[in-house]
C-alpha cells in the first residue's frame, strides 16, 4: 500500500507541474471573409518579361493592380465541408498576406496543386510560395509582386526551397554550388551564406512531397533569426541570422513580419493554416543550431 500511495502522490505532483503550464493553442489565420488577410495584385506576366516595368502597345508603363483589388478573382475562398479552402488561381502575380505581423511562430498549413497554368509558367512546374518576415512594400523584387522577405518555396517536387526576395539575407547549412550546380540544404554541412548578387538560392535536402497531388503538410518554425522548413513532418532546411541589406549596406535584423502566400502561375489550394506563438525554439531541434 505504501509503494502505491508514492506512485500515486509521484502522479499527482506531475499533473500539477503541468497544469501550470498550458498548451499553446493555434490560433487559425483563414475563415470564409479573408478577415485576417489583404491581397495585392502586379501583372500578368508575359513569357518576355525582364525584371523592367511592363508596357502597353504605346510604350507607357502599365500600372500594377494593387492592393486589395483583385477583379478577375485571383483569389478567392472555397467553403468545404471540411471548413474553408483558400483557392489561388495563379493567373496574376501577386500575394495575399496577413494584416498582422508575426514573430517567433509555428505556422502550419495544408496545400494541394490545382489544374490551371498561366503565360509565363505554362509550361513549367506548378510554383507558389509562402513568404515569411515579410515587410516594406509589396513589388520589392524581381517580379514587382512580393514583400522584403525570406522564401519557403511551394512548388512540384521542391517544396521547402529557398529562395532570396529583394534584398534579404539568411545562412543555410548547406553544400556549397560549384559551377552551375547550386546550393542543396543539408543539416550536417556549415552554414553558408545567401543573398542577392551571390548565393540566392538552395535547394530542399529531399523531396517528401506526397504523391497523386495529396493534401501536403508544411510547417514553417521561426525564433529569433533562426527558421526551419518542414514538409511532411521531414525538415528540409536549416536556417539562421535572418536580416536585410539597407541601402547603406548595413545589415539589419529581419526576424518579424508578415506572412505572404504566393500567386504565381499556378493554381493551388491551402487550407487548415494555423498559427501559435513560440517562448523558444522546441527542444527537438536545438542541435540542428550548434
Not at 145 to 158: K, R
Not at 167 to 188: C, H, K, L, Q
Amino acid at each position: 500500500m505504501k509503494r502505491l500511495f508514492i506512485n500515486f502522490s509521484a502522479f499527482s505532483i506531475l499533473l500539477s507541474l503541468l497544469s501550470l503550464s498550458p498548451a499553446r493553442e493555434w490560433t487559425p489565420l483563414l475563415d470564409k471573409n479573408l478577415s485576417k488577410w489583404e491581397t495585392y495584385l502586379s501583372y500578368a506576366h508575359r513569357e518576355d518579361y525582364n525584371g523592367n516595368i511592363p508596357k502597353d502597345a504605346s510604350g507607357s508603363p502599365i500600372a500594377p493592380l494593387g492592393y486589395n483589388k483583385d477583379p478577375q478573382q485571383v483569389f478567392s475562398v472555397l467553403n468545404e465541408p471540411e471548413g474553408p479552402v483558400l483557392r489561388i488561381s495563379g493567373e496574376t502575380y501577386g500575394c495575399i498576406f496577413t494584416r498582422s505581423s508575426f514573430k517567433n511562430y509555428h505556422l502550419k498549413l495544408q496545400v494541394k496543386w490545382g489544374t490551371q497554368k498561366y503565360t509565363p509558367r505554362k509550361n513549367k512546374l506548378k510554383d507558389s510560395g509562402i513568404l515569411y518576415h515579410s515587410n516594406g512594400e509589396a513589388g520589392a523584387e524581381y517580379w514587382r509582386s512580393w514583400m522584403l522577405s525570406q522564401e519557403f518555396q511551394v512548388m512540384e517536387g521542391h517544396m521547402g526551397d529557398f529562395w532570396c526576395q529583394a534584398d534579404g539575407m539568411i545562412d543555410i547549412r548547406s553544400f556549397p554550388s560549384e559551377g552551375m550546380m547550386n546550393n542543396v540544404a543539408d543539416e550536417t554541412q556549415p552554414f553558408v551564406t545567401f543573398k542577392k548578387g551571390g548565393d540566392f538560392f538552395c535547394m530542399r535536402s529531399e523531396n517528401h512531397e506526397l504523391p497523386s497531388n495529396e493534401w501536403n503538410t508544411l510547417e514553417l518554425i521561426c525564433y529569433e533569426g533562426k527558421s526551419l522548413h518542414i514538409v511532411n513532418g521531414h525538415v528540409v532546411m536549416v536556417l539562421k541570422n535572418s536580416r536585410y541589406k539597407d541601402p547603406a549596406g548595413k545589415e539589419i535584423t529581419m526576424d518579424s513580419g508578415k506572412i505572404q502566400l504566393q500567386s504565381e502561375g499556378a493554381e493551388v489550394f491551402y487550407k487548415n493554416i494555423l498559427i501559435q506563438p513560440l517562448p523558444a525554439m522546441p527542444a527537438e531541434y536545438t542541435e540542428l543550431f550548434k
